[in-house]
């Protein structure tokens, strides 16, 4: 059956609030500089929110950056998260829809409010990431839009969701509803303290065969197999992840399907500014290859593409036109 969506992603609907600082502010605040830790209370985040400089708001989320990436590429989109009924949540509502991206989960009334990620960019462009779920973490899936998910040619989910239990029943309930259309479910391990927390859940995934494309970088990798070596804990998953994508920052990515392997360099960047998106953007440009049938190849060099155009700026989100950039290295 035809889709009619490229790609439905379920992941946190979070608005990143993202700032300048240095070192000294990152040890002061007892922070895991280039990480993401949480905030567990509405008075944490709004605590280090007042600490924090001047910065920039705006609708975020790993799988809600992608798809800003995959629309702005030209694929059509969905995505299925959970907002409070509050400022934040039309913001992030308007943001996604604006972008032309289908959205249409109800928010949800009451407390807690709508997630926020309190991103603080240190001058070597590192991101250090401090994230207050709110009422994504609240998803349930009663929320979940079936037939969106049904009619999208391939279901992304987000690590990061994976760990409060309503939504991972969700996204539980949202891999059988594609299987059962005859889609491609993507995968996305989102940071090493997911794969700590939840090693055995995603080994069983990949085990019962329920993801198609999966994807990490090296250190989630090496935690996820818990292997020394990146070529035999490479070597270990491909042979059991239909197609595996792994990036490695400045030494480029690697694709395996089926004993193919591709791999490019990084892009060249003039500065890196803010790595927050990275990961993100890198993922929309490489679906978006493969949604239009590329190689592995050309899929890794649009994901390394509309990488290097996200970390010379602040913020996660495309500024410069990533579908011509694109268009004017493999079209």
């Keep these: 059956m035809t889709a009619t969506y490229d790609v439905v992603a379920i992941g946190n609907a979070i608005v990143d609030v993202i700032a300048r600082a240095d070192d000294a502010f990152i040890a002061e605040n007892n922070l ?4 993401m830790q949480l905030l567990f209370t ?12 001047p910065g920039i708001e705006t609708s975020g989320g790993s799988a809600a950056n992608t798809l800003a990436g995959l629309a702005a590429l030209g694929l059509t989109c969905g995505f299925i998260g959970q907002v409070a009924d509050d400022q934040l949540g039309r913001v992030f509502t308007h943001d ?6 289908a ?3 109800a928010p949800r009334p009451g407390d807690p409010p709508t997630a926020r990620c309190l991103i603080v960019v240190t001058p070597d462009g590192q991101r250090t990431m401090n994230t207050f779920l709110g009422a994504s973490q609240f998803l349930p899936a009663a929320a979940l839009d ?7 040619a391939i279901l992304y989910l987000e690590g990061y969701l994976w760990d409060p239990e309503e939504p991972r029943a969700a996204m539980r309930q949202a891999i059988a509803t594609a299987r059962g259309a005859g889609r491609r479910v993507a995968f996305t391990l989102s940071d090493v303290f997911c794969i700590e927390r939840h090693r055995a859940d995603f080994l069983r995934l990949i085990a019962d065969g329920e993801i198609d494309i999966l994807f990490a ?4 990798l090496l935690s996820l197999e818990q292997a020394d070596g990146f070529e035999a804990a490479i070597a ?3 042979a059991r992840v239909p197609l595996l994508v792994v990036t490695r920052g400045e030494h480029g990515a690697v694709a395996i399907k089926g004993g193919e392997r591709a791999e490019v360099a990084a892009e060249p960047v003039d500065q890196v500014v803010d790595t927050t998106g990275a990961g993100d953007l890198f993922a929309a440009g490489f679906l978006a290859g493969q949604a239009q049938g590329r190689t592995l190849r050309d899929s890794l060099t649009m994901g390394a593409i509309c990488a290097a155009e996200v970390i010379a700026h602040v913020g996660p ?13 493999l079209d």
């Design 32 to 35: 895991a500089k280039g990480s």
């Design 146 to 152: 079936g037939q969106l998910i049904a009619d999208a």
């Design 217 to 220: 970088n090296e250190n989630e």
């Design 317 to 329: 989100r495309p500024q410069a036109d990533i579908k011509a950039l694109v268009a004017a290295r």
């Design 42 to 53: 509405t008075e944490e985040a709004e605590a280090l929110y007042d600490r924090m400089g």
């Design 236 to 238: 270990s998953l491909s």
């Design 103 to 105: 959205f249409t989960t």
């Design 96 to 101: 996604m829809t604006a972008q032309g991206v």
